[in-house]
């Protein structure tokens, strides 16, 4: 496989992720206006950068998150692969701090090395990585693809930094993001190395007034 220039986003804001409601692979949301500017912000950044493919989960926030170069004529594929982790029952749920409390204990259990624990009764640890591994497997086989754009989601970003740096996945909180957020890795000799961590520095212009 030749050396790839992999770019690794988090889509950008959604009402969902503003009202702290339960977001996983069970709810296709919208961006919101402040999810639209911050896609904007990272295209503007990054426009001139000669993606060879565009690569999305298979729910729309991925999408509208690289619509701009979409619109460029750059071709792109969804694979659910890349989708977010289920958070079962959970799903689209409003903040409560019972439910909560048990999605830090989940995370706790994962920190621990437990990656057969499920919040929610959603997806493990390791359903996400095996998932994304395929995906992987398909896009790095792709040998006329040098320059990769990804767009993908926050809990699912941290599984997939873990396992392509070598580290197990209990290690996934030492993996920071942010809506929009980038990480920026090349491949090469079966080994990824982190170019840029969690940057959000093609965000900073945004009006002070929204949280980003």
Known sequence: MKSKNIYLIRHGQTDFNKQKRVQGRGIDSDLNLLGRLQAAAFFEVYKDVKFDKIYTSSLKRTVQSVQGFIDQGIPYESLSGFDEISWGLHEGLPYDEARHARYLEGIDEWGKGNLNHRVGEGDTPIEVRDRQ??????????ENEHNI??????????????????MPLSDSELFEHAN???YQLRYDENKYEI?????ISHLA????????
Not at 133 to 142: G, K, N
């Open 180 to 182: 929009l957020c980038l």
């Open 195 to 199: 170019i840029k961590r969690c940057d």
């Open 205 to 212: 212009h945004i009006d002070s007034e929204f949280e980003v």
């Open 149 to 166: 754009l990804i767009a993908t989601h926050g809990r699912a970003m941290r599984f997939q930094l873990c396992w392509m740096m070598g």
């Open 133 to 142: 591994i395929q995906a992987m497997d398909y896009v790095l086989s792709q």
